[in-house]
């Protein structure tokens, strides 16, 4: 029985780590979390969201704005986000209305798609 989803991970361009946190942590405000020593070799950070991990890892050679593949992070307050996605300079794409949600996509600064929803 599959329980529940441990971690996602996206990939930013190899060498981009400073300007993902730059992003993740500091746009987004998602606290960055140690990654296993293991591991760290291989480039990348971690973040927290919610009781989830979000890995962010290095790829090269992946044209990101070719996928619709996306994350979609549940907020609390839609309209802040939007004033805070703006003002990172990022282009709000609104979506098809959902029933019970608010929504819209944007791209983070390296190609992933990414969603906000606030329940309505």
């Given amino acids: ?3 529940q989803i441990e971690h996602v991970q996206i ?3 190899k060498g981009a780590e400073e300007a993902g946190r730059a992003f993740y942590c500091g746009v987004l405000g998602l606290p960055e979390i140690t990654k296993p020593e293991s591991l760290k070799g291989r480039g990348g950070f971690w973040v927290q969201v919610g009781y989830r991990e979000l890995h962010i890892g290095t ?9 619709k593949s996306h994350i979609a992070y549940r907020v609390d307050d ?8 703006t003002q990172a300079g990022l282009t709000i794409e609104e979506q ?3 029933p019970g949600r608010e929504r819209f996509e944007f791209r ?3 190609g992933n798609r990414i969603e906000l ?4």
């Fill in 59 to 67: 790829e090269d050679g992946f044209d990101r704005y070719s996928t």
């Fill in 11 to 13: 990939t930013i361009p």
């Fill in 117 to 120: 929803v606030q329940p309505n």
């Fill in 108 to 110: 983070d600064p390296f």
């Fill in 78 to 85: 839609l309209a802040h986000w939007r004033e805070v996605i």
């Fill in 96 to 98: 098809i209305p959902l």
């Fill in 1 to 3: 029985m599959i329980l």
